[in-house]
């Protein structure tokens, strides 16, 4: 009998319990919102534009035409972001996705090709008020599960005591000793060589193709993230505007943008966005990142120009945030893979 076949029934056993957590924690996920007048809707996994993160790979696929017409090429969505957009512009102020979303090349402890998203939106909402969503929906979540705490490698923390506020520039400081922002004199064009310096002085290796947000990510990776959400889950904020190409700046810091993730364990949960609703900008940002994604990896994905028309047509002011179903379920389950919350694996 191999580890690949998860249907054995002696494998299977082995997740039974995690599955049922995981039932469970669906069902708390739909009352949460049905009791906030939320409509759960569905859009189609198949996008012009799957995403448009430089960093991210793909699934593409040809949609032949059903009247004889030339194959359109699709590809799979990596968050379903910008057909929910498009639904807030339709006049829909409050809804959330279950949805299956697919990355290519992703395959770890916590990252799966294809998982579950759960992604919600607010219009005319803050992100303080989705950082009270994300708090009351995991608290909802461990109570039908069962659970007090969240829990991963013998270690626990708590979401039922407030959960701390960190901004990015806070962390780096305390954990790294590095003033992130005073990297980004330019805050739309960081500092390459002042950040590169800064992470050589504190001993992470840096090469001369990094790029800036490169070793960005060398700090957080190595000096950041194992500290976080540990005792208490921790929302991370106020990033450097250059890195967040969906959101808007801050309208107290321009150096920052309305962005947060939220951490337990060490673990990325939630990405969460002010949302930019300035279509030439989206534009100017979107077409930045592919430059970027075609300079590093030789690909690219066309602009999705019926998202940046619905822009130009009056997107609300909204927030939105996308949480790692999976990942909520293992660390509620104590589960040490995501393919141990999972029904059938990719194989």
């Given at each position: 009998?191999?580890?690949?076949?998860?249907?054995?029934p002696?494998?299977?056993?082995?997740?039974?319990d995690?599955?049922?957590?995981?039932?469970k924690?669906?069902q708390?996920?739909?009352?949460?919102?049905?009791?906030?007048?939320?409509?759960?809707?569905e859009?189609?996994?198949?996008?012009?534009s799957?995403g448009?993160?430089p960093?991210?790979k793909?699934?593409?696929?040809a949609l032949?035409d059903?009247y004889g017409?030339?194959?359109v090429?699709?590809g799979l969505h990596?968050?379903p972001?910008f057909?929910m957009k498009?639904?807030l512009?339709?006049?829909?102020p409050?809804?959330?996705?279950?949805?299956?979303?697919f990355?290519n090349?992703?395959?770890s402890?916590?990252h799966h090709p294809?998982?579950?998203?759960?992604e919600?939106?607010?219009a005319g909402e803050?992100?303080?008020?989705?950082?009270?969503?994300?708090?009351?929906?995991?608290?909802?979540?461990a109570t039908?599960a069962?659970?007090?705490?969240?829990r991963r490698g013998?270690l626990?923390c708590?979401?039922?005591?407030?959960w701390?506020r960190?901004?990015?520039a806070?962390?780096?400081g305390?954990y790294?000793?590095?003033?992130?922002?005073a990297?980004?004199?330019d805050?739309?064009?960081p500092?390459?060589d002042?950040?590169?310096?800064e992470?050589r002085?504190?001993?992470?290796s840096?090469?001369?193709?990094d790029?800036?947000d490169?070793?960005f990510f060398?700090v957080?990776m190595d000096r950041i993230?194992?500290h976080l959400?540990?005792?208490?889950?921790?929302?991370?904020?106020?990033?450097?505007?250059?890195?967040a190409a969906l959101?808007?700046?801050?309208?107290?810091d321009s150096?920052?943008?309305?962005r947060?993730?939220?951490y337990?364990?060490?673990?990325?949960?939630?990405n969460?966005?002010?949302?930019?609703?300035d279509?030439?900008?989206?534009?100017?940002?979107?077409e930045?990142?592919m430059?970027?994604?075609q300079e590093l990896?030789?690909?690219?994905h066309?602009?999705?120009?019926?998202f940046?028309?619905?822009?130009?047509y009056g997107?609300p002011e909204?927030?939105?945030?996308?949480l790692g179903?999976?990942?909520l379920v293992?660390?509620?389950?104590?589960?040490e893979?995501?393919?141990e919350?999972?029904?059938?694996p990719?194989v």
């Amino acid at each position: 009998m191999t580890a690949n076949k998860w249907w054995h029934p002696e494998v299977f056993a082995t997740r039974r319990d995690n599955l049922v957590l995981r039932g469970k924690a669906v069902q708390a996920v739909r009352g949460f919102f049905a009791a906030q007048d939320f409509a759960e809707v569905e859009t189609p996994c198949l996008q012009v534009s799957p995403g448009m993160e430089p960093h991210l790979k793909a699934f593409t696929t040809a949609l032949s035409d059903a009247y004889g017409g030339p194959d359109v090429i699709l590809g799979l969505h990596t968050s379903p972001e910008f057909a929910m957009k498009k639904l807030l512009v339709a006049g829909v102020p409050r809804l959330y996705q279950m949805a299956r979303v697919f990355r290519n090349a992703e395959r770890s402890a916590t990252h799966h090709p294809e998982f579950t998203m759960l992604e919600w939106y607010r219009a005319g909402e803050s992100l303080e008020r989705l950082m009270e969503d994300m708090e009351a929906l995991t608290r909802t979540c461990a109570t039908a599960a069962g659970v007090t705490s969240l829990r991963r490698g013998g270690l626990s923390c708590d979401p039922f005591l407030p959960w701390r506020r960190l901004s990015v520039a806070e962390a780096f400081g305390e954990y790294a000793g590095i003033d992130i922002l005073a990297t980004a004199p330019d805050p739309q064009a960081p500092d390459r060589d002042l950040l590169a310096a800064e992470a050589r002085r504190i001993g992470i290796s840096v090469s001369e193709s990094d790029r800036w947000d490169d070793i960005f990510f060398k700090v957080m990776m190595d000096r950041i993230e194992p500290h976080l959400g540990f005792d208490l889950p921790v929302f991370l904020h106020s990033y450097p505007v250059s890195m967040a190409a969906l959101s808007r700046p801050s309208p107290t810091d321009s150096r920052v943008a309305e962005r947060f993730e939220a951490y337990a364990m060490g673990v990325e949960l939630a990405n969460a966005f002010g949302e930019l609703t300035d279509a030439a900008e989206q534009r100017r940002r979107f077409e930045a990142d592919m430059r970027l994604k075609q300079e590093l990896y030789g690909d690219s994905h066309p602009v999705d120009e019926d998202f940046l028309a619905a822009l130009e047509y009056g997107m609300p002011e909204a927030s939105g945030i996308a949480l790692g179903f999976d990942r909520l379920v293992m660390l509620l389950a104590g589960a040490e893979r995501i393919d141990e919350v999972l029904w059938a694996p990719v194989v």
